[in-house]
């Protein structure tokens, strides 16, 4: 019986990710476009980047969109670890599994409900849309991403580490910060440029929940998106793609440099 | 014990902010949706009637709820467009599902097979596109599709054709989108089934005669169904309510139902029709969600 890659198991390979990562690697290709057509070749060129700078309205939806997804993804980090302590810390407790399908549910749920149900929440409540609506929107999502995380690192967490602190007399604080917290903190930040990524990416939600002047970069690009191809939304798409690349860089990197013995 | 004991005050805390978040942000938001569904539209704002206030008396408060009908249900559920939409979706939503199936599972099998170090990294490569925004993913397929895109131009300057095909604006092109944007979804739990097998398995179907077919079919797939499972739901659940995919990739024939709950509640204003959508689109998701949730809940036992 061969393990191991045969040719089968290497073109399948390459056309897996060929079809995932070849249209991605095209918008950034044609971004550095000198034609307006988007699908013509004119040469290479950097004025779109140029002209995005000076496009006032997307400068204004990226620091909106940002601010955002920092506000978001802390909000998710924290209430993701919280969620994930009490899922696999707390034995069994009374509604557990009603708790535990409220953390998995907002992953599968369809963006559309979510997104009116708190539009509708909102203004039941008078409460004006605008910056913290969509904050507030995107960590719902992203605490259930956090939770999932953390999670998978609790479980695979040797707990005789504790154990043995707690017997040499440290208190449940100390035990938490000086054992508990530096092992799950690569988890957190995953969990935190996961939350962030998805909250800089989302265009439902934020459409539900923004208000005036705080319209997100998502929403900036569908706009320009329906009315056609355009160059500069390739070259906005180039960045976006390497600033989320760079972050999840980042945050392989660093879950797998600080737990090299993690393995289940 | 005594630990315990002086923790459990933290230890509700822990518990009961993220569960209060999530009745607050998630649970109690539906039942909102369908009160709102139970109103008729109305020009005000907000547009729909009765409006709940807190400041209303007893009396008030249950004249209004007395005014909540199942009109706007009836409305949605008697209008072959919306049963239309229902139907194209979850037709849409299958048949993509399954192509993403199709799609996923050859793939990650083949990384299965990769040599251990190299593992990792392909999971990382695998669901990196997933984190790239969704909107950039969709255009990437519009520059492709397109009778002026990038797939016609290229055929066309191999002879291949001689008029461009129409592939833009179509029900295939929100089936490739689909496949596209939830490829992950369904690469993951199928790797993880696949990788935690037992090679040795296979050796034994093969030295009891077994061909490597019959060994696949008999052996690997039936291992990877909670895999298979839990891909089919994370695909499928989200697809049927999929609006951003056939909104740019569609035409403007292709009926989905997260379109529909789209332009009645942006482009119509019709709060309570778009709410009583939502419900619908809900009371359809709701066998697929509780078998992803009994999974879910049993697999994250502690």
């Known amino acids: 019986m061969k393990r191991g890659l045969t040719p089968f198991h290497l073109s399948i390979l390459a056309l897996g990710f060929g079809f995932l990562y070849v249209p991605i690697a095209l918008v950034v290709f044609y971004s550095f476009n000198a034609s307006r057509l988007v ?25 909106v969109s940002l601010r955002v997804a920092v506000a978001a993804g802390a909000l998710s980090t924290v209430l993701g670890t919280c969620a994930a302590f009490a899922l696999q810390r707390f034995g069994r407790f009374p509604a557990r599994s009603l708790f535990a399908g409220l953390v998995y549910a907002p992953l599968v749920m369809p963006e559309v409900i979510i997104g009116l149900s708190l539009l509708l929440l909102f203004v039941g409540l008078g409460i004006d849309r605008g910056f913290w609506t969509i904050v507030a929107g995107h960590a719902t999502l992203g605490l259930c991403f956090v939770a999932v995380v953390v999670q998978a690192r609790l479980s695979g967490f040797d707990r005789s580490l504790e154990e043995a602190a707690q017997d040499l007399g440290a208190s449940p604080a100390r035990v938490f910060r000086s054992i508990t917290l530096p092992l799950i903190l690569p988890a957190m930040l995953a969990g935190f440029l996961l939350a962030f990524t998805l909250s800089l990416d989302d265009f439902v939600i934020a ?58 | 014990m005594s630990v315990r004991l002086r923790l459990s005050a933290l230890r509700r805390w822990v518990l009961a902010v993220p569960a209060l978040w999530l009745v607050i942000f998630f649970l109690a938001p539906f039942l909102w949706v369908l009160k709102i569904a139970l109103s008729k539209p109305a020009v005000a704002q907000p547009p729909y009637e009765p409006v709940l206030l807190l400041a209303d008396s007893w009396a008030v408060m249950i004249e209004k709820i007395a005014a909540l009908s199942f009109d706007t249900f009836e409305i949605v559920m008697t209008d072959d467009l919306y049963f239309a939409a229902y139907l194209s979706s979850l037709r849409l939503a299958a048949i993509a ?57 290229a055929l066309l300057s ?23 944007s939830y490829l992950p979804f369904m690469i993951l739990p199928l790797y993880n089934a696949l990788e935690r097998q037992d090679p040795a398995l296979l050796e034994a179907a093969s030295d009891l005669g077994a061909t490597p077919f019959s060994a696949f079919w008999r052996i690997t797939v039936p291992l990877a169904r909670p895999g298979i499972l839990a891909g089919l739901l994370l ?8 609006f951003v995919i056939p909104d740019l990739l569609g035409g403007s024939d292709t009926l989905m139902i997260g379109r529909s709950l789209w332009s009645e509640f942006f482009d119509n204003r019709d709060w309570p029709t778009a709410s009583a959508v939502a419900i619908l689109l809900l009371a359809l998701l709701i066998v697929p969600l509780m078998v992803y949730e009994r999974q879910q809940v049993r697999e994250a036992k502690p």
């Open chain 1, 207 to 264: 459409s539900f929940t923004s208000g005036p002047g705080s319209t997100t970069l998502p929403m900036r690009i569908y706009s320009q998106v329906r009315l056609g191809l355009t160059p500069e939304i390739n070259a906005v798409s180039t960045l976006l793609i390497g600033f989320v690349g760079c972050a999840l860089l980042v945050a392989s990197t660093v879950n797998r440099l600080k737990a090299p013995s993690q393995a289940r």
């Open chain 2, 235 to 242: 695909v499928f659940i989200p697809a049927v309510g999929e």
């Open chain 1, 39 to 63: 699908t013509v070749w004119g040469g290479f060129s950097t004025q779109w980047y140029v002209s995005l700078f000076a496009n006032e309205a997307l400068l204004q939806a990226a620091s």
């Open chain 2, 97 to 153: 599902t399954w192509l993403t199936l199709l799609v996923a599972f050859p793939l990650a099998y083949a990384m299965t097979r990769a040599p251990k170090k190299w593992r990792a990294a392909l999971v990382m490569l695998a669901i990196a596109p997933f984190w790239t925004s969704f909107l950039i993913r969709i255009y990437a397929w519009i520059m492709l599709l397109k009778d002026e895109g990038l797939i016609n131009k």
């Open chain 2, 158 to 180: 191999l002879g291949l054709i001689h008029a461009p095909l129409s592939m833009f604006a179509t029900e295939s092109a929100v089936l490739v989108g689909i496949v596209y």
